[in-house]
Structures are given as structure tokens and as C-alpha cells.
């Protein structure tokens, strides 16, 4: 079962990823509206955008693609994530997903059936481990913040993905299909 994803697309961004790829995907709360968050991704003097959002009707907006550096977890303060990477700045080796709402937002059905099948897809598309080292909350890399939320599991959203998950095949290739 596949999403249609709409590309939004946002000038607020990096061309590739330096000597890294995506490694884990960080999970975020807009904390707005999803046309709100395409308006706020499209403006140059906001300097933030994610990879993608995801309404609560379950619709599914792209901002950067996965080959480039979306500026969406760039902080890091008092990190709690076990892969950080000590120096290294986490957008280059993440994939980040926004979710309309805000904190004490209660996720649809929709939201979380949309997350799940695009966080399965970019898991299988780079190789990613489908688990909760892989698949983060914001605030496990800035601490000052309570992003994604305080209502969202993660442990559902994995467990969801997991339903869609096929693991890929061992290559000698480091080419992935985006």
C-alpha cells in the first residue's frame, strides 16, 4: 500500500549530505496546521524545513528530498539518543517527519497509518533498522523541547511501520532507490 506524497518543496535546505546518509528518522509536532507548516517550509527567513509532513487526514507533503540535508534537527542540546553522532550535525544523517497538531495533540488514526507507511518506505529505502534507536523523537536530540508531543507513541508508530516493513536484500551496492 503506497501514500501519494504532494511535492511542496522548501528553499530551506542543503544540497546532499556531506559523507553521510540517512541513518534514523526523527519524528517532530508542527505544532500548527499543515498548510501553515508548507507556508512557514516555503519562507527563506524561517532557515527550517523537514523532509516531510503529514496532516491529520493523512495526507502526505514532501519539503526537501532525502538526497539533501533538510534543517530540521540542527540543535543539539543535552541529547539523550543513543547513535548522536558527537560533533556531527544530526540532519545530515536523518530523515525528518512533521505532524500536524501540537503537543498534547491526540494523533489520528490517519496521521499514524501515513507516518507509519512513509516511515517503512524511506526505512527500506536506506537500509534503516526499523526501532526505536532509528526512529527518534526531537526532543532525543534537543532536550528543551517536548517534540513530537506528549500523547504520540512512537512504539505504536513503529509497530505500525513494522506491518509494511520488508527487509532489504543484502547488496554489494550502496545505491538506493529514492
Same mark, same amino acid.
Given at each position: 500500500m503506497a501514500t501519494e506524497i504532494k511535492w511542496i518543496g522548501s528553499p530551506n535546505r542543503t544540497i546532499g549530505r556531506g559523507n553521510y546518509r540517512p541513518e534514523?528518522?526523527?519524528?517532530?509536532? &508542527?505544532e500548527g496546521t499543515l498548510h501553515g507548516t508548507d507556508t512557514w517550509f516555503k519562507t527563506p527567513a524561517s532557515k527550517v524545513s523537514a523532509h516531510y509532513g503529514? %496532516?491529520?487526514n493523512g495526507e502526505v507533503h514532501q519539503y526537501v528530498d532525502e538526497l539533501n540535508t533538510a534543517?530540521?534537527?540542527g540543535r543539539v542540546v543535552n541529547p539523550t539518543w543513543a547513535l548522536i553522532k558527537k560533533g556531527v550535525?544530526? !540532519?545530515?544523517?536523518?530523515? %525528518?517527519i512533521e505532524h500536524e497538531g501540537h503537543a498534547n495533540s491526540k494523533w489520528t488514526d490517519e &496521521?499514524? !497509518?501515513a507516518s507509519a507507511l512513509l516511515i517503512?518506505?524511506?526505512?527500506?529505502?536506506?537500509?534503516?533498522?526499523?526501532?526505536?534507536?532509528h526512529i527518534v523523537g526531537h526532543h532525543e536530540i534537543y532536550?528543551?523541547?517536548t517534540c513530537p508531543?506528549?500523547?504520540?507513541?512512537?512504539d505504536k508508530l513503529i509497530l505500525l511501520a513494522s506491518l509494511n516493513y520488508q527487509a532489504p536484500e543484502p547488496s554489494d551496492s550502496n545505491t538506493f532507490v529514492v
Open positions: 534514523a528518522v526523527v519524528i517532530h509536532i &508542527m503529514v %496532516g491529520k534543517w530540521h534537527a550535525n544530526p !540532519n545530515l544523517y536523518t530523515v %525528518g &496521521m499514524y !497509518n517503512s518506505a524511506i526505512c527500506q529505502r536506506w537500509g534503516i533498522i526499523l526501532d526505536r534507536n532536550a528543551p523541547k508531543g506528549l500523547v504520540v507513541s512512537l
